[in-house]
């Protein structure tokens, strides 16, 4: 069997080396295909080493621009990569535009489809990862669901004859990181004089957060105002946009550090007191991790964090300190996202399904 894996931002890094382990462990043919939606070194080359993942077989170097340039980009390129490849499957990871573009080339190829993920629903019409992944999901062959909640989804949409539940892939990873990192010095303690436990991580990026002017005010104010430091991972966009909006990202308790490699991620948050974040990985990682989170957003996809009592969802300045500053939650031992195994499942049912 050969697998075409079409990934390109960081959150489809981190789904991809569990994948791309389990299928060099049952001998598949593995291609990593690199649509370059994330460009810069730190949120992408790095991430293959830290996390051992072979280098990408191709990489097409598509680079920013709006969704539809992107998105198009995308498209015109990978018809040649899978002309040439031919796989069994071609597998897409997430809701980003490189999700939906690989879909859509593969499927105008009569290629099979299957979507790593698949089920998540925000029901916010207006985020473009909610169009990539309602989009991806209707288009693909085999939906490869992370929960009970995500099949449930599917099943109401009328996708049920197509969907598995295999857990969460990110689940696999984060649990062998955590391991790897046990006892591993923050380096953001280290680097930036802080206390463990007595810092808050953050990561802004979501347009909506970011690229009204009055809005990024709203929530770097809310963050530079919380009662212990906050370290603000931000991503060169959103540098750029604080930098032509006139808002500075250091300020008050608010520190701006550059993005850190995924172990270091895991080590920073492990030693934080809580996170804060627009992010749909992080949120869930540090309900895995045992660390509270805040989510500065007005849904989320991973209920579950929610309904567990680990996650907030806070909008307005007020609700973001409120929230930071709640009391712990309660210890659980729900493992709504499975139990570290799930890229196995992956190959194993894209094997039993291959045609």
């Not at 299957?114 to 209707?138: I, K, Q, W, Y």
């Not at 009662?227 to 603000?232: G, Q, Y």
């Not at 270091?264 to 749909?280: F, H, M, P, W, Y």
């Not at 139990?339 to 499942?345: E, F, K, P, V, Y």
């Amino acid at each position: 069997m050969k697998i075409v894996s079409v990934v390109g931002a960081r959150p489809q890094f981190v789904k991809l080396a569990p994948v791309h382990r389990a299928s060099v462990a049952a001998g598949v043919e593995h291609v990593i295909v690199h649509t370059g939606q994330h460009y810069d070194p730190m949120l992408s080359d790095v991430f293959f080493d830290d996390l051992g993942i072979a280098a990408p077989d191709v990489h097409l170097g598509v680079g920013s621009g709006s969704h539809g340039v992107q998105t198009g980009a995308m498209l015109a390129a990978l018809d040649a990569v899978f002309d040439a490849q031919r796989p069994d499957w071609v597998l897409v990871y997430g809701d980003t535009n490189s999700t939906v573009a690989a879909a859509l080339s593969a499927v105008k190829m009569h290629l099979p489809v299957a979507h790593l993920e698949a089920g998540l629903r925000s029901f916010n019409r207006r985020m473009p990862e909610e169009h990539n992944r309602v989009l991806t999901d209707h288009a693909a062959d085999l939906l490869l669901a992370p929960t009970e909640v995500a099949v449930g989804h599917l099943a109401s949409e009328g996708l049920a004859e197509r969907t598995v539940l295999v857990g969460d892939v990110m689940t696999d990873v984060l649990f062998e990181v955590r391991d790897a990192v046990a006892g591993r010095l923050s380096p953001l303690v280290a680097e930036l004089g802080l206390e463990s436990g007595g810092h808050y991580v953050a990561t802004i990026h979501r347009a909506e957060n970011t690229d009204d002017p009055a809005r990024l005010a709203e929530v770097t104010g809310a963050l530079a105002a919380l009662d212990k430091p906050v370290v603000l991972l931000a991503h060169p966009r959103v540098v750029a946009k604080a930098a032509s909006h006139g808002i500075s990202l250091t300020q008050g308790s608010l520190i701006a550090h550059a993005p850190l490699a995924y172990p270091d991620l895991i080590a920073s948050t492990l030693a934080s007191a809580g996170v804060v974040t627009d992010s749909g990985g992080l949120q869930k990682e540090a309900f895995l991790l045992g660390v509270p989170a805040t989510t500065v957003r007005t849904e989320t996809e991973w209920v579950e964090t929610v309904a567990l009592g680990w996650n907030v969802l806070a909008n307005t300045a007020e609700e973001i300190t409120a929230a930071v500053a709640r009391a712990r939650p309660a210890a659980t031992d729900a493992a709504p996202y499975g139990d570290g195994n799930a890229a196995q499942r992956v190959i194993k049912v894209l094997e039993q399904h291959s045609r």
